[in-house]
């Protein structure tokens, strides 16, 4: 099993991190041993900026490779809301210095997913809104609707370099608002504003 995920796949996101804007969707991935759960987040001790990314989950439902656009949405059918915490302060020395991000954005636990629910259960246009509130104070807010790359257009990218296979997940990107986390901290998602998990920061 792997996750692949998308960064910059919010325009305004990418800014605020001082990134161009992408012309094909920037890939990365975490292994198994960094998806968790339930229990809380265990503030790893290299780092010292734990950021929150809010991000919609996809479940690939079947094996493909070099899938169409256009067939795509046969390949996923449950969504969930993610967390790419994100070793920012170790990110910014890896990319300044041209480094891979695996240390920063792949270490164990760094991947949150909460339950998934089936795709279908949403509204047929499917135009998601989602946000995430930190402590009770909304921090970020995404609509499916603003990503540079839809679902399939990142599933179709994706299988061209990778056999996607059934049960792999993909962080979709997170919108603007993405900040540091701290112990104590408690975050919340809400997908079409209703709420699908609350997350201890430890
Ligand atoms: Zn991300």
Redesign the pocket.
């Known amino acids: 099993m792997k996750i692949l995920?998308?960064?910059r796949n919010y325009v305004a996101h990418a800014k605020e991190l001082g990134n161009e804007i992408p012309t094909e969707p920037v890939l990365f991935m975490k292994p198994g041993t960094s998806l968790f759960v339930e229990g809380s987040f265990q503030y790893p001790s290299f780092s010292e900026e734990i950021h929150y990314?809010l991000?919609l989950v996809l479940k690939i439902c079947k094996t493909g490779k070099n899938i169409l656009a256009a067939s795509a949405h046969e390949f996923y059918n449950e969504i969930a809301l993610g967390i790419?915490f994100?070793a920012r302060d170790l990110q910014t020395e890896l990319k300044k210095n041209g480094l891979p991000w695996e240390k920063a954005k792949s270490f164990d636990g760094s991947a949150f997913v909460s339950s998934f629910i089936p795709l279908e259960s949403l509204h047929p246009s499917r135009n998601i809104h989602f946000e995430l509130l930190k402590n009770g104070n909304l921090v970020q807010m995404g609509n499916s609707g603003d990503m540079l790359f839809s679902f399939d257009e990142i599933v179709s990218f994706a299988s061209k370099y990778f056999t996607l296979e059934k049960g792999d997940l993909i962080?979709t990107?997170?919108p603007e608002g993405v900040g540091a986390c701290y112990a104590h901290d408690v975050l919340c998602g809400k997908l079409e504003n209703e709420k699908i998990f609350e997350l201890i920061i430890e």
């Open positions: 995920c998308v960064g990314e991000e790419d994100t962080f990107g997170t």
